[in-house]
């Protein structure tokens, strides 16, 4: 299998992803943080669903630069919003007669445009920071250190998604003493994911550099 097959292989999954945001976003799950003493929170389904799209990024801004990877984000974001249009298009479609569950569908995607709009503000924005960072650090580090770059640019990049997306969402809704709670919650939780996704980098990685070639395949020119 060629490296560009898997890229489009890693393209597929990631704009995959983001083409389901936003259905899962508007579920959400309790999280019991007792043990470190704040409590039962919340956090959206599509938070967690989205931490998967980072080994993505940057796996293949590790092979190949932070031009290709950031032309993944771009596309996900196209294709979030297609996505989303096809969404709202179907809410405010007529039901067939006898369709009992219109109403129910309604009640959970006509009313989550605030959601829609945090979770693509958020996403971008935590993107393509994360696609900056783990390059910034790539230049320093070279080939080595791919745990640290991963990490680092995951941990920022995941702050900045979560507070973008719950004040943006639940700004207003959530109590101000509530808030700061949940947001500081689902970190945690997506820390906890980046941990775990740091061997899944480096079998990624491992996956796309088994067919031999030299490490320096960059993207063709038209990616920006």
Not at 109 to 132: C, H, K, M, N
Not at 133 to 151: A, C, P, S
């Amino acid at each position: 299998m060629s490296r560009e097959t898997k890229y489009l292989i890693l393209f597929g999954f990631y704009v995959g992803f983001w083409g389901m945001l936003q259905s899962l976003t508007v579920k959400l799950v309790p999280l019991d943080l007792s043990a470190i003493g704040l409590g039962v929170l919340a956090f959206s389904y599509g938070s967690f669903v989205h931490a998967l799209t980072f080994p993505c990024t940057d796996a293949v801004a590790e092979i190949w630069g932070a031009k290709r990877a950031r032309f993944m984000v771009y596309m996900g974001t196209i294709v979030y919003i297609f996505c989303t249009v096809m969404l709202v298009i179907g809410v405010k479609l007529a039901p067939a007669e006898g369709w009992v569950h219109n109403e129910a569908y309604r009640s959970i995607f006509e009313g989550a445009p605030r959601i829609v709009a945090g979770s693509l503000v958020a996403t971008l924005v935590a993107q393509l920071w994360d696609i900056y960072v783990f390059e910034w650090i790539k230049r320093r580090t070279g080939q080595n250190h791919l745990w640290l770059r991963n990490n680092a640019s995951t941990f920022g990049s995941q702050l900045l998604d979560t507070s973008l997306f719950y004040l943006v969402a639940f700004y207003g809704i959530i109590p101000n003493d509530v808030l700061p709670k949940v947001i500081l919650g689902t970190f945690v939780l997506k820390v906890g994911v980046a941990v775990v996704d740091t061997p899944l980098v480096y079998l990624i990685v491992g996956w796309i550099r088994r067919d031999g070639k030299p490490e320096k395949e960059l993207e063709p020119q038209y990616y920006s």
